[in-house]
């Protein structure tokens, strides 16, 4: 069967900075876009999602930007917690298909 | 090597019956995770095994769902008396240890619930 693996970047903060996650996607008929956190010994969790056709979602504490034309998909989190210490990955839905984009590990320094 | 595998690929089951759902992680991967996708949406956590670890639970939607791991290799995922509101994607993963390494998904299984 196919499989999908994820590099995983990292990135370093300090307590209470803002954290920008990056991520690429593939396929641009793709209309819905999710974000996910896991933590070390958890399954991963809903963050927040987003539809095509917006380009930006706020959530509690984060953001969510979609640029379409370059394929890119943001997550903000602002005053980055050392409970947001986690590993998040992007995931695209089209037509029931799930794929994922890269994750990131996220470590967050007090 | 080999990915992923999981089977049936398809299952169409009648309302109340049970189904059980296999999962072959690739060899050498201690981490194991089941998850749902209903169409459109996102994916949702079921279970979380991690070598000899109890696994994670958290994620089961009712008591009518369970899974069970052999070692470190196949997972079974059993859904008894079946619902309609059960129809989705049910995605497997694997992990060589836990959060923070590469996921390989397999295939996933579609269930529909007649």
């Known amino acids: 069967g196919e499989s999908v693996g994820l590099h995983l970047p990292t990135l370093s903060v300090q307590e209470g900075d803002n954290s920008i996650i990056n991520c690429a996607y593939s396929n641009s008929a793709s209309d819905y876009f999710i974000w996910y956190k896991q933590e070390s010994g958890k399954g991963p969790q809903f963050i927040i999602d987003?539809?095509?056709?917006?380009d930006k979602r706020q959530g509690q504490r984060v953001t969510v930007l979609l640029n379409k034309t370059v394929k890119h998909l943001s997550l903000q989190i602002a005053a980055t917690q050392p409970g947001d210490s986690a590993v998040y990955f992007c995931a695209e839905i089209d037509y029931g298909k799930l794929t994922f984009g890269q994750g990131t590990i996220l470590t967050v320094h007090p | 090597g080999a990915g992923v595998s999981q089977s049936p690929s398809n299952k169409v089951t009648e309302k109340g019956k049970d189904v059980e759902l296999r999962c072959d992680p690739i060899s050498g991967h201690t981490a194991l995770y089941w998850y749902r996708q209903r169409l459109g949406q996102g994916l949702e956590f079921l279970i979380y095994f991690q070598g000899n670890s109890a696994p994670d639970k958290s994620g089961l939607p009712s008591d009518r769902f369970s899974a069970e791991r052999t070692g470190e290799s196949v997972s079974t995922l059993t859904i008894q008396r079946t619902q309609q509101e059960d129809s989705a994607v049910y995605l497997c993963?694997?992990?060589?240890?836990?959060?923070?390494?590469?996921?390989?998904f397999g295939p996933g299984t579609r269930l529909t619930v007649t």
């Open positions: 993963a694997s992990s060589r240890s836990g959060v923070g390494n590469e996921q390989y």
């Open positions: 987003i539809r095509s056709n917006m």
